[in-house]
């Protein structure tokens, strides 16, 4: 009895999600979810795939589960993203969030406002003077940025380990770990000062997008160059114009 309502359990599940095959990344897209969002997702991650080194995508969790939530009142993402707007207006109740990852449940949320600019692909995306370059290019950094949490809680929190934290700037003290980089100087996206993380998290985002961050950062992309055995860009020139 035990192992047939086992069975039906199994069933069950599979009736309700999907393991997407699509790429190589263990995110299970419920079957719920409309074609043309499953369409655009099972694009992404196919493209996420690619970026991510084997030994980073060995290292998650077994299954992943996805959730699509409304994790903002936002309909896409903003197009300020360059120079964020102050909402002064209150036309938002919330502030924009792309995404959040449970390490409770290994599950990964996306804001609806993301899988809508994944839908509406490369090609039809808003283009950007700063980090990812288009709007449909910040999609997939934000995926890459939750799976990177998944990464961390995964291994340990790596992420809190000292070789990490004090390549990103970050030490410890009575409260825990606390971002010495003040000024960011160097930094393309400020919320990596919130915490180790988060840093983490951002850095692994540009390791794996962004060839000049290798210039900007070599001591953190040699961290994440080791860590993961790959080198995203051989053919970078860190030459000054």
């Known amino acids: 009895m035990h192992s047939r309502n086992a069975l039906l359990v199994s069933f069950f599940c599979l009736l309700n999600s999907t393991l997407i095959l699509a790429s190589d990344l263990p995110i299970i897209i419920p079957n719920k979810i409309d074609s043309s969002s499953k369409i655009a997702l099972e694009k992404a991650f196919s493209e996420v795939s690619a970026l991510l080194p084997i030994k980073f995508k060995k290292g998650l969790p077994e299954k992943i589960q996805l959730k699509i939530k409304e994790l903002s009142d936002h309909q896409g993402i903003p197009a300020d993203v360059c120079s964020p707007s102050v909402d002064v207006n209150k036309k938002h109740k919330r502030p924009f969030v792309y995404g959040e990852y449970d390490n409770i449940s290994d599950t ?5 406002a993301v899988v809508n600019e994944l839908i509406r692909g490369r090609s039809a995306s808003t283009l950007m003077d700063c980090r990812c370059r288009s709007l449909y ?3 997939i950094s934000s995926i890459i940025h939750e799976l990177t949490h998944a990464y961390d809680s995964n291994n340990q929190f790596v992420s ?3 070789e990490f934290s004090t390549r990103a700037d ?11 980089n003040k000024e960011a100087m160097r930094s393309a996206d400020s919320y990596e000062l919130k915490n180790v993380a988060e840093a983490y998290a ?18 953190l992309f040699e961290y994440f160059r080791q860590s993961f055995q790959s080198d995203p860009f051989l053919n970078r020139n860190c030459s000054l114009n």
């Open 202 to 219: 951002v850095n692994m985002e540009y390791f794996t997008m962004d060839p000049e961050f290798a210039c900007r950062k070599p001591a």
């Open 108 to 112: 990964l949320i996306l804001n609806k």
């Open 137 to 139: 290019g910040q999609a």
């Open 160 to 162: 809190s380990s000292y």
């Open 170 to 180: 970050f030490k410890l003290g009575f409260f825990g770990f606390k971002s010495k």
